[in-house]
């Protein structure tokens, strides 16, 4: 069974910009979670999708935001970025919601500029 | 929210001898405590976990405890090998009205020193 895939892996952005990330969950997993990952926050909760539906979300502004789609497919998009959302976004598929055992991927490295 | 600490953030230890890592976690109603381990420059990866109804589970060298009274629980790694060295994350899910999914402590970076 392939993993849970990110794409894209690396890119640099400039402030201001917007930039959409994607997350391919394992086949069969409903919900997807997206953490940021910073050297000094560690992992900090993002949201959750499961059925298309966001379920949960962390105490990140709305320019923060994400969707599902029927295939379970997620993206996550940052509009108008800050020099302070240089992180490793990673997303993490589980079978159901809320569930703790969760599957990450190999996450995507944003830098901002 | 629920609010997860970890002690401590770097733990250097010889070869051959034992870690413990320790979380507290804020949110009693908390009923499900998973590690995840980090290698550099890798995904995190769940190595163990437990729930509220259990006291101590253990997996080969690790092992967790839970004190649901004192709301903390630790993970332990006996006989230390070069390939534990990581990054080591406790969690908890709470259970509240708020929707936090699953909150991580900050991280602990284990070093095995040969």
């Known amino acids: 069974k392939a993993g849970v895939t990110q794409t894209p892996r690396y890119l640099i952005k400039t402030r201001g910009q917007q930039v959409t990330l994607s997350c391919s969950p394992i086949?069969?997993?409903?919900?997807v979670s997206w953490y940021q990952q910073t050297p000094g926050q560690g992992l900090q909760f993002l949201f959750e999708?499961?059925?298309?539906?966001?379920?949960n979300k962390g105490n990140f502004p709305g320019r923060f935001s994400g969707r599902q789609f029927s295939n379970s497919r997620s993206e996550m998009n940052v509009s108008t970025l800050e020099l302070g959302d240089s992180a490793l976004y990673l997303c993490?598929?589980?079978?159901?919601?809320?569930?703790?055992?969760?599957?990450f991927g190999e996450g995507s490295r944003l830098t901002v500029l | 929210g629920e609010n997860v600490e970890q002690h401590p953030s770097t733990l250097s230890v010889q070869e051959g001898d034992s870690a413990v890592i320790k979380c507290t976690y804020s949110?009693?109603?908390?009923?499900?405590f998973p590690w995840y381990k980090q290698e550099l420059g890798k995904r995190p990866q769940l190595i163990i976990d437990?729930?509220?109804?259990?006291g101590e589970k253990k997996d080969q060298r690790i092992a967790v405890t839970l004190n649901k009274t004192a709301k903390h629980f630790s993970l332990h790694i006996t006989e230390t090998q070069p390939e534990d060295s990581a990054v080591y994350f406790c969690a908890a899910l709470g259970e509240g009205g708020g929707a936090d999914g699953l909150t991580f402590g900050k991280g602990t970076h284990l070093i095995i020193q040969p």
């Open positions: 949110d009693s109603a908390s009923n499900y």
């Open positions: 993490a598929s589980s079978p159901t919601t809320r569930s703790g055992e969760l599957f």
């Open positions: 999708y499961f059925s298309e539906t966001q379920r």
């Open positions: 437990i729930r509220s109804n259990v």
């Open positions: 086949s069969g997993h409903r919900s």
